[in-house]
């Protein structure tokens, strides 16, 4: 079961349960598979901060390597962009909260079991992380490999839950009928399956809608429609990729989802004007990455446009 959080109370309290406080459970970090390894089709595409709650739950991350671990009550396990994760077998009854920094918003999700049904309730954000969160982020990225800033990741971590607190609580909660909360929940799955082969008739047939109703969705709450959101999505998420890895054009494709190299390159042309390997030439160092992202910050996602009014 998968349900919008009317209320942020709900993840924000489970957060002030760890925030301020020094973390003594286990820390974990996953991080990018090698290319064509078992772990690439469970990568997860967006820098995540997941804490047990309760329970336990057993997992295999990459790290320099397959491993396996445990996440229990207090542990936490943080996912690079693309980090390579499957989760395995929970032990009923277990909880846990996952902090996903998408690029316009961020998602409190809380995964819990007891029984034979596994519940999500979510909740996202009208605004993204702020320029400190985005620090922290990055800093534990560089981080992300090294025994030697164990440590300084910690703290970064105990930080990032104290943001990540803070950003619920002074979030204000935008209206929106169940039809919004439907559209919300396309854009969800395209961004966390975006990897896989996606079309408008396996959407509806993931929600239980038909793709006729999808169409509708797409023309009351934006300004474009499925196909190109899916493009859009998957692009700027490769765009990341082209801006702070070292990712071959061919393994970007895959990451997101394109089935070929030749598809990826003329469909970022297409909404780019330039092919990925003239764009990464351009962007190449820090200072023309922040510029072009301080650009993207005025721009909305053609999906953000319109909201509706009740």
């Known amino acids: 079961m998968d349900l919008e959080i009317k209320d942020k109370n709900i993840a924000s309290d489970i957060l002030r349960k760890f925030a301020g406080q020094s973390l003594d459970g286990k820390l974990y970090v996953s991080t990018l598979p090698p290319f064509n390894s078992n772990l690439q089709q469970y990568t997860h595409p967006y820098f995540r901060l997941i804490i047990g709650v309760s329970g336990s739950y057993k997992f295999k991350y990459y790290s320099v390597g397959l491993k396996e671990g445990l996440l ?3 542990d936490i396990l943080i996912t690079m962009a693309n980090g390579g994760l ?3 077998q929970p032990t009923p009854p277990f909880k846990i909260i996952s902090v996903i920094f998408w690029y316009d918003l961020i998602r409190y999700l809380i995964t819990d079991e007891h029984g034979a049904e596994m519940n999500n309730q979510w909740y996202h954000t009208s605004k993204p992380v702020s320029p400190g969160g985005k620090h922290i982020i990055q800093a ?7 025994n030697d800033f164990a440590f300084a990741r910690k703290k970064l971590v105990e930080a990032l839950i104290h943001i990540s607190l803070n950003e619920i609580n002074k979030d204000i909660p935008i209206k929106k009928g169940k039809s919004f909360s439907t559209f919300h929940s396309i854009i969800n799955y395209i961004r966390n ?3 896989l082969k996606i079309n408008r008739a396996k959407m509806a047939k993931e929600l239980g809608i038909s793709p006729s ?3 509708k969705l797409f023309k009351m709450h934006s300004n474009t429609d499925f196909s190109n959101a899916l493009n859009q999505i998957r692009i700027e998420h490769a765009i990341e990729l082209l801006n702070k890895t070292p990712l071959a054009v061919s393994e970007i494709a895959n990451l997101c989802g394109f089935k070929s190299s030749t598809h990826f390159i003329r469909v970022f042309k297409k909404l780019n004007g330039i092919t990925p390997i003239a764009f990464r ?4 160092d820090a ?3 922040q510029a072009y992202e301080k650009s993207k910050e005025a721009k909305p996602f053609p999906w953000e446009i319109s909201l509706p009014s009740n």
């Open 72 to 74: 229990g009550e207090g």
């Open 213 to 215: 109703h999808i169409s």
């Open 287 to 289: 200072g023309k990455i």
């Open 281 to 284: 030439n351009r962007y190449h």
């Open 140 to 146: 534990l990225c560089e981080f992300s490999d090294s």
């Open 193 to 195: 399956n975006m990897y």
């Open 86 to 88: 499957l989760w395995n």
